[in-house]
């Protein structure tokens, strides 16, 4: 029997011109393309995936400060696996297998359970499902309370969009545009919520993106809110390079998108690509409650997005203009 490569079973589908590969460990996002063009930094099958790239994040996601909470009146403890930070990060699913459900040439849906444990005591049954379409990829996440009594909850996923080649300094020349009037301003050791800002007013406007400009410098790792919709009732992201582009069309079970520039400070993936990630909650939300969403027994939360392209046009604001 040949074992699966290090990141699980490979589940491809096609439509058009996109394509893409979903890996069984945490049902991550592996590769999506367009005409063979990468829209996501990929990585080879039998690699261990490189941090969050492309996973998705359950029962959390961001970070939870030293991994405590209190829920209920009960006081939990989650194993801390940002040492760095003495943080608990990105949820319990990352590494977790997922079972195939249902797929199709097109589609496919992956199913996994968490079960419970120490610092996070419920029955959690999370379906993630994916889907190409002319809109490109359109992703979901279900999780279902499985347990007797009421479980807290956050949803997310972590991909690292490109809008060209990939490589140091990479986003420096991207534009991103991203129509959100509040940030969450975070601690510079551990990256936890320090205040929420208008971003209009917080250091001058440097991450105010609502009308799309180059990235430049700016060192980008916060979550934004207060999305604001389009004609089609989504928050549209979208970042570009030329005259083309990723837009991420945020369903409005997106309330937060965190944006990183990705500092690594390595030669190779400093500012390399940016991840946008669409959550339900924010930073810490196990601790400040700020949009944690509680299911009762039986009860269901979804989140949902699309990773497309699309065609840029007008002028674009070059750095130091």
């Known amino acids: 029997m040949t074992p699966n490569p290090a990141s699980g079973e490979q589940h491809w589908i096609r439509f058009g011109a996109y394509e893409a590969c979903v890996a069984s460990v945490g049902a991550t996002l592996r590769s999506l393309t367009e005409q063979g063009r990468d829209l ?47 943080n608990a990060a990105h949820g319990l699913v990352a590494w977790l297998s997922f079972d195939l459900v249902d797929r199709t040439v097109s ?17 959690v049954r999370v379906r993630v499902e994916f889907e190409l379409g002319s809109w490109g990829l359109r992703q979901r996440i279900r999780a279902t309370n499985e347990s007797e009594s009421e479980a807290p909850i956050g949803l997310g996923g972590h991909p690292y969009v490109v809008a060209g080649p990939v490589g140091p300094g990479a986003v ?35 991450l105010d993106f609502r009308v799309g400009r180059t990235i430049c ?14 004609a089609d009732g989504r928050a549209h992201v979208r970042v570009s390079s030329g005259d083309r582009g990723i837009d991420i069309a945020c369903d409005p079970s997106v309330d937060w998108v965190q944006v990183y ?28 409650g700020r949009d944690l969403r509680v299911l009762r027994p039986g009860g269901s939360t979804h989140i949902e997005w699309t990773i497309g ?10 750095c130091g203009a």
């Open 40 to 86: 996501i930094v990929p990585f080879d099958a039998d690699e261990i995936r490189p941090g969050m790239r492309g996973a998705v994040l359950a029962p959390w996601p961001n970070r939870v400060a030293d991994g405590r909470y209190v829920f209920d009146g009960v006081a939990h403890q989650l194993p801390i696996n940002e040492p760095e930070r003495a």
């Open 107 to 123: 589609a496919l849906k992956l199913e996994t359970t968490i079960q419970p444990q120490p610092g996070y005591p419920w029955r």
């Open 172 to 206: 420096d020349d991207w534009s991103l545009e991203l129509p959100a009037t509040e940030v969450m301003l975070v601690s510079a050791d551990r990256l936890l919520p320090v205040g929420i800002a208008d971003v209009t007013l917080h250091d001058g406007g440097s």
């Open 217 to 230: 410098g700016t060192v980008i790792n916060h979550a934004f809110t207060s999305l604001r919709a389009g």
């Open 261 to 288: 520039t990705a500092e690594s400070f390595t030669s190779d993936s400093n500012r390399h690509a940016l991840a946008v990630e669409p959550m339900t909650c924010p930073p810490d939300a196990l601790n400040n």
């Open 309 to 318: 392209v699309f065609a840029q046009d007008g002028p674009r604001h070059v």
